[in-house]
């Protein structure tokens, strides 16, 4: 019996990460963690975004996630209409009992070519550092009941058997490409799509043969499309799939211009999405000159809800690009003047 406890033990975790890859529900602010062709996709010299999930937090185990990442672009001043970005990820997510744990530090660089006046194709790779670990005192186990209550000076067998086995880290490889169409700032299309774990390391905490990390695939799409002086359309769509869970994401925004003005740009967004039966998202965002802050909420509509009162998580998104200022031997300048 014990053997058989253990067994199930062991399963359930290998199910618990195989679930656990981190997902947005403002995917289209997450660039670098949606795929490693958006390194450097972007218009400006650098930049850093943040985001942060609290997810489910009515149930009493909630999942917490955060991510922090930075690119740049190299050569920007040699490369003229191409763009070539590296940047770094720092990705933490939290979730259940037993302080489940992961993190990712990931590297990317992409290279993206121009193909004709307003047709781009980017293809990126991402290599990563990742760590996962849990708290073996935080669980509890049905052999330190003592037949009337839960007595925590028990030793379970599990205990004796995780010991000293509680983290793991393996190196892992994305990559991704992308298709851009874009005539001005305000009208463009993206479509690409991510492979994620290609390397499928070893999952297990006591190095059991066959537990390992499935890949994990995606395709997205967004947009902007300018239908006024100062209002724009903003579709989104991603479909991921790993192994036999997947995620479907649809919907899009409104962005209305405040102050077109250079130096003072000025606009909010109010969206709408739909995670296929899971959730309805509701999202708002601002953005003055090179910040953008977005925030949403997930209504949850799908079979947990008696669990989470219809509640699913919220998310908050921080996007911060900017510019150097080119030495003057790098500016091209016109012999009139």
Request: hydrophobic share 40%.
């Amino acid at each position: 019996m014990k053997k058989i406890y253990l067994f199930c033990f062991v399963f359930l975790f290998s199910l618990s990460l195989s679930a656990q890859d981190i997902h947005w529900s403002q995917f289209d602010y997450a660039p670098l963690n949606l795929n490693a062709a958006h390194t450097g996709l972007f218009s400006g010299d650098f930049r850093v975004v943040g985001n942060y999930r609290s997810q489910w937090f009515d149930v009493p185990v909630s999942y917490r996630t955060i991510s922090l990442t930075f690119d740049a672009h190299l050569l920007p001043y040699k490369l003229e209409n191409d763009v070539w970005g590296a940047g770094i990820t720092f990705n933490h997510d939290q979730a259940g009992d037993g302080q489940l744990a992961a993190l990712h530090i990931l590297a990317s660089t992409a290279y993206t070519k121009r193909i004709t006046k307003h047709f781009f194709i980017g293809a990126g790779v991402q290599l990563g550092f990742n760590n996962r670990r849990y708290n073996l005192e935080k669980l509890t186990f049905n052999d330190q009941f003592n037949g009337d209550v839960y007595d925590p000076n028990l030793i379970s067998f599990d205990q004796t058997k995780f010991a000293g086995n509680t983290n793991i880290s393996y190196f892992d490889i994305n990559t991704g490409l992308n298709f851009r169409y874009q005539s001005s700032e305000r009208l463009w299309i993206n479509l690409g799509g991510g492979v994620f774990h290609l390397t499928q390391p070893n999952m297990s905490f006591l190095g059991v043969e066959g537990v390992l990390l499935p890949i994990r695939w995606n395709i997205m799409a967004n947009a902007s499309v300018s239908i006024s002086e100062r209002i724009d359309i903003m579709p989104v769509f991603i479909f991921q799939r790993q192994l036999e869970y997947q995620e479907i994401v649809y919907g899009g925004s409104v962005r209305y211009h405040f102050n077109l003005n250079p130096g003072r740009e000025t606009s909010a967004e109010l969206g709408i999405l739909h995670r296929w039966d899971d959730a309805i998202i509701a999202r708002i965002g601002f953005a003055y000159q090179n910040w953008h802050v977005g925030l949403s909420y997930d209504i949850n509509v799908s079979g947990f809800q008696t669990a989470t009162r219809s509640n699913g998580g919220y998310e908050l998104s921080i996007i911060h690009i900017w510019s150097k200022v080119p030495d003057l031997g790098t500016i091209k300048t016109c012999p009139i003047f």
